[in-house]
């Protein structure tokens, strides 16, 4: 793994006051989101280690404003830091927050990612309007409005020209696969949201199973346990058949990123079959990955993507 410091040299940050804004969100992913930092740091070529995580910062940062609260004061954060990342993006002062700083300065480097910016503020209104949903179209509405969005922030690095002819197969393969991450994602919360009274499972799926919140937040019945074994299995169904289709994700991108892509699609595959382990047993909390399993997967790829840097060298194209 390269050092920070050559990570910020490659992606050319020299002035120390964005050097040490970046380093502090850098720290921030890497508390939050473990292994899919170590994905980043050890497979996607160096120059792209400091934007992506920038980018993961100004999600997550998004994501802790309207994530919890009354309706009206999501609503509010959102259009406040909305304004607030506008503001930042269009300049020319510089923002006192640090993840817009670093933000703005990565859109300034790669000006492909203020549309994906733009996108994703656009659809985060469903994540602050969340409680929930019916039935399964609102559910795929959620996932192409707001998760889809959310995942193309780093994706969008390594997706192919929107002139190439994979372009279309590289999106449906992204949104496949985050629709699978969202299901299983629901699923691996579902005694924490339960508890709070909203859950990730359409209305009707768990209405089908008899089932209902209180069951979920209280229940340690054994039939409560059965019953959700049922719709875990049936929500990890469809959400293997996501991963299916996302299959070819590793091949739609350039070369350089194909280590990256190959570790996210086995890592959600690792996630998927805790996911289905864990079965009825969610109640109690969500599946732990083993992480030998995730190291493994790692040092796999960090060979695949070392071999490629040897043999092609660090070049890198330019996202559109």
Request: charge should be neutral; glycine fraction near 8%; charged fraction near 20%.
């Amino acid at each position: 793994m390269p050092t920070w410091k050559t990570a910020l040299r490659a992606a050319g940050i020299d002035r120390s006051d964005l050097r040490a804004d970046y380093t502090k969100q850098r720290s921030l992913v890497r508390a939050f989101a473990q292994k899919e930092y170590l994905a980043v740091r050890l497979l996607l070529p160096t120059s792209l280690h400091a934007p992506v995580v920038a980018a993961v910062a100004f999600m997550h940062s998004t994501d802790e404003r309207i994530d919890t609260g009354a309706i009206n004061i999501r609503r509010n954060a959102l259009a406040e830091w909305a304004g607030a990342t506008t503001a930042a993006l269009n300049g020319p002062a510089r923002s006192n927050d640090v993840t817009l700083r670093t933000l703005a300065d990565t859109v300034h480097r790669h000006p492909h990612v203020r549309r994906r910016v733009d996108a994703f503020l656009h659809g985060a209104l469903l994540e602050a309007d969340y409680t929930g949903f019916t039935d399964e179209r609102a559910l795929q509405a959620y996932v192409d409005g707001y998760s889809l969005p959310a995942f193309m922030l780093t994706a969008g690095f390594v997706a192919p020209a929107p002139s190439a002819a994979d372009h279309v197969a590289f999106e449906a393969a992204c949104r496949a696969l985050i629709e699978s991450m969202q299901r299983l994602d629901f699923l691996d919360d579902l005694a924490e949201d339960a508890a709070g009274g909203v859950v990730g499972i359409p209305g009707q799926d768990l209405q089908r199973h008899r089932l209902t919140i209180d069951d979920l937040a209280h229940g340690t019945r054994e039939g409560v346990r059965r019953s959700l074994g049922g719709l875990v299995e049936e929500q990890a169904d469809l959400a293997q058949h996501q991963l299916h289709a996302a299959a070819q994700l590793p091949q739609l991108v350039a070369p350089a990123a194909r280590p990256f892509a190959a570790a996210l699609w086995q890592l959600q595959d690792l996630k998927l079959a805790a996911v289905r382990r864990k079965g009825g047993g969610l109640l109690d909390g969500g599946a732990e990955v083993p992480m030998p399993a995730v190291l493994k997967i790692l040092a796999r790829q960090y060979r695949a993507a070392r071999h490629h840097r040897e043999s092609s060298g660090p070049g890198w194209p330019v996202a559109a």
